[in-house]
């Protein structure tokens, strides 16, 4: 059984910086993918971004210039570096991971708050 373990949520002023990471129970590279998506309270769960096999990324237009995907292949980890944070950012961020079969999984999810 998969699991995915996020960690680094938390509260953060307007314009602040938080670095969110993602723990796999297997390898990182086992996986077709992995990626971050939020859901705002009342709304629907969207992309932030993702990193392929490969390293190949792709992101929402809302976090290019701002936020950012890499592996940590020493910890074995995805992490997602949030810069510039805004308030429309607080959300529930959400690791997932997608194997070649087309199976996917979800980390319970980290929450986001930014505010004064």
């Known amino acids: 059984q998969v699991q995915l373990v996020e960690s680094g949520g938390g509260l953060v002023q307007p314009g602040g910086s938080l670095r969110l990471s993602c723990a796999a129970s297997?390898?990182?590279?086992?996986?077709?993918?992995m990626g971050w998506y939020r859901q705002a309270p009342g709304e629907q769960r969207e992309l932030v971004a993702v990193?392929?096999?490969?390293?190949?990324?792709n992101s929402g237009d809302y976090g290019k210039g701002r936020f950012s995907i890499s592996r940590d292949t020493g910890k074995n980890t995805v992490d997602l570096q949030l810069n510039n944070l805004k308030p429309e950012d607080t959300a529930v961020y959400y690791c997932?991971?997608?194997?070649?079969?087309?199976?996917?999984?979800w980390g319970q999810g980290t929450w986001v708050t930014v505010s004064s």
């Open positions: 997932h991971a997608k194997l070649d079969s087309g199976v996917g999984y």
């Open positions: 297997g390898s990182i590279f086992s996986f077709n993918f």
């Open positions: 990193i392929t096999r490969t390293g190949r990324t």
